[in-house]
């Protein structure tokens, strides 16, 4: 039974010490790192060297996406070309936005992976790139490299990306697997 | 009655049951695999040992009741013999689930977590079996998933007697088999299916069809004879309705499974009901029409109106598929201008099993009875001089119709009569209405609608109120 007698103790009990909460101090202190991130950009910019400028996505990428940073989809291959992917939608369950549609497929003639997806499809207007599918696989078959996603479109149909897109393309921060060869060859292609 | 005591509390029980009937049927659930309701007692399994005090452990399944008995269920002695008994089952099992189409509903992969839990001790490599050993035109056995409890067999050799099944060798080498020459030709066969307590029997039609938990069931009722067996229609659910995928899967019979009515049909359905996709989803009729001249439905419904008021002499072919809420419909706003007949849909199809003594009923209608109950057993007929026939479903020979009589169809398929017809309106399926059927024995059962019929066809009931009601 809870006791209903008793207040709850929350985890995140207030840990302000006398100086935060004598208040100004901390915000001018706030004031000043913001101060100081405008002025770095602004002395970089007259000086005609790139600041925190936006990129230009998609014609401009980054170098530098965070090391945990989850980009578009890489489905892996077995090492005869053929998806690693069993087809147990268990990625499909955990997707919390519903947007991975599978359709399996009976393959007798393959005795070990007599299940695989003949349609794997994704739909990238709605996935929160949350990488709940990947934790939810099994089989290692979906990854999320850190490269970014090469998505945009004018068009949400168009934003359904399928099986032989999602297995065709290099990452180039994911060599783990022998993905097929990219244009320029040895696995470091693009990233389409 | 018997006076035992089921972990500490004292219950009475009749005198000629079991420990395991009693425990669950007083609420204390001990597992099992290879005992069910409706088989006789096989006590394979051993996942049902209970303890019976000063007596040590013992199957529940097939242990007689006895006064003053004290039992447990869940002493530790229970619990560890419980846990290795699954460590035995599994321990040539390949663990497909990921590509099982048991999985979601499987006995074993419930208990493995209920009662077990650890990964196998065993550092034996598994000993490997057939793998999709065809058994018939209907269903593949994975042998190695199967942990011979043999309740296929049983079922073959109990309730269908087909006797189909057997099990060959023994030990770790046995195999669920037909017999030597035949093909698993079981008019019931696909009740082994749901029997089968993991997921070594697998339907053909069912086969990586879907996960089962993106299926949802709606309760329903087996059109196809006037046993009306207790079904349940799986089909996807709402939250996982495909967008990319064919949509047409999304308004699809995924499999069909029997609903556990004692009255009606116990826990079986005979093959014909497994396939109920083939006689709801043939192509659709869903354009109202005048002589096969496309029209709105309100353009048809006032025709038939018309129609029927200006003709003489009425007649009225009533569908022995219309549901009890339907019948009563057109009993209410129509039958009183109508000479009615009831007209079998249906009939036995050449190949098809017409009557038996388990479940297949001559009449492959499902509500010949309810229909006879509102409008008599006169077969069908024309008075001299109609001039106007109402036909309500399939299974009409239109040649009959008589010379000069209009023709109004209420339909659901494609079919080379509706163009021909005077009105044709396309009518909603049992699938996406609700209704109740009553079968030969005089049993009324509820069905529920599945899908939403489409826009352009109409519930039969609205039409019989649209055309005979007050203006
Ligand atoms: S990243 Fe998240 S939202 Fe996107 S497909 Fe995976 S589970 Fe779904
Ligand atoms: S990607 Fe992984 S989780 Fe998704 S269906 Fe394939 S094997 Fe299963
Ligand atoms: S039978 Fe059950 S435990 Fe075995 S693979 Fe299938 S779902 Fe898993
Ligand atoms: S196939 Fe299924 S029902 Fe038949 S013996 Fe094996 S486990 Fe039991
Ligand atoms: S259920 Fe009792 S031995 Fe199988």
Not at chain 2, 158 to 186: H, N, Y
Not at chain 2, 390 to 397: A, K, Q, S
Request: charged content about 25%; aromatic content about 8%; glycine content about 8%.
């Amino acid at each position: 039974m809870m006791d209903l007698g008793r207040r709850k103790s929350y985890w995140n009990r207030p840990t302000l010490g006398l100086w935060e909460r004598s208040y100004l101090p901390e915000v001018l202190r706030g004031l000043a790192v913001t101060g100081g991130v405008i002025a770095r950009n602004l002395a970089r910019w007259l000086t005609f060297r790139k600041g925190a400028l936006t990129a230009r996505y998609p014609e401009e990428r980054r170098a530098d996406y965070a090391a945990g940073n989850r980009g578009k989809h890489v489905l892996t291959t077995r090492p005869d070309g053929r998806p690693q992917c069993i087809a147990c939608m268990l990625c499909a369950t955990a997707c919390p936005a519903r947007v991975i549609e599978i359709e399996a497929a009976f393959d007798p003639a393959d005795a070990a992976h007599p299940k695989h997806p003949a349609r794997f499809e994704i739909d990238y207007s709605r996935c929160v790139f949350c990488g709940l599918c990947v934790e939810a696989c099994p089989e290692d078959a979906i990854r999320m490299p850190q490269d970014v996603p090469d998505l945009p479109s004018h068009d949400r149909g168009e934003m359904w990306l399928s099986r032989d897109h999602l297995l065709g393309w290099c990452p180039r921060s994911d060599a783990a697997k022998p993905y097929p060869p990219g244009p320029a060859g040895g696995g470091e292609g693009g990233s389409l | 009655m018997t006076r035992i005591f089921l972990n500490g509390r004292e219950i009475e029980v009749a005198a000629d049951t079991t420990v395991l009937r009693a425990a669950l049927d007083n609420g204390v659930y001990v597992p099992y695999f290879c005992w069910h309701p409706r088989l006789s007692v096989a006590g394979n399994c051993r996942i049902c040992m209970v303890e019976v005090e000063g007596k040590g452990l013992d199957i529940a399944c097939n242990m007689p009741v006895s006064e003053g008995m004290k039992v447990l269920t869940d002493s530790d002695e229970v619990r560890a013999a419980r846990k290795a008994m699954m460590q035995f089952l599994t321990l040539n099992h390949p663990v497909d689930c990921g590509i099982c189409d048991k999985a979601g509903e499987c006995t074993l992969q419930d208990y493995h977590f209920a009662y077990n839990g650890a990964p196998s001790i065993s550092a034996e490599p598994k000993v490997r079996a057939t793998k999709f050993h065809d058994l018939g035109d209907r269903i593949l056995i994975d042998n190695e998933r199967c942990i011979v409890c043999s309740r296929c067999v049983r079922f073959t050799h109990e309730v269908s007697r087909s006797k189909a099944l057997g099990i060959q060798g023994r030990g770790d080498t046995s195999l669920v088999r037909c017999e030597e020459g035949r093909r698993f030709d079981d008019p019931y066969s696909d009740n082994v299916i749901d029997l089968c307590p993991v997921g070594a029997l697998l339907s053909r039609s069912f086969l990586y069809k879907a996960r089962v938990w993106f299926l949802e069931a709606t309760p329903s009722v087996c059109p196809g004879c006037a046993r009306g067996c207790a079904i349940r229609i799986w089909h996807l659910r709402a939250d996982r309705r495909l967008q990319r995928l064919d949509p047409r899967r999304n308004l699809e019979i995924a499999r069909v499974t029997p609903l556990d009515d004692p009255a009606v049909n116990g826990p079986w359905i005979c093959n014909k009901g497994r396939d109920l996709a083939a006689i709801f989803e043939r192509p659709r009729a869903d354009q109202a029409m005048l002589r096969g001249r496309p029209v709105p439905l309100a353009e048809a419904i006032s025709e038939a109106r018309r129609l029927v008021d200006g003709a003489k002499r009425r007649t009225a072919l009533v569908s022995s598929w219309g549901s009890d809420g339907e019948l009563a419909a057109f009993r209410d706003h129509l039958a009183a201008r109508f000479d009615v007949r009831v007209k079998p849909d249906h009939v036995p199809q050449p190949g098809e099993i017409v009557e038996d003594d388990i479940l297949i009923r001559a009449d492959k209608n499902p509500n010949t009875r309810g229909a006879r109950a509102l409008f008599g057993e006169r077969p069908v007929a024309f008075e001299p001089g109609t001039d106007l026939v109402l036909v309500w479903g399939e299974g009409f020979d239109y040649s009959r119709v008589p010379a000069g009589a209009k023709v109004v169809l209420l339909g659901s398929y494609l079919a080379p009569e509706n163009g021909a017809a005077d009105v044709f309106l396309p009518i909603s399926v049992q699938t996406e209405r609700d209704g109740s059927y009553t079968n030969s024995d005089g049993i009324a059962r509820r069905f529920e609608a599945c899908f939403p019929p489409g826009e352009t066809i109409a519930h039969a009931a609205d039409l019989f109120a649209a055309i005979g009601g007050r203006p």
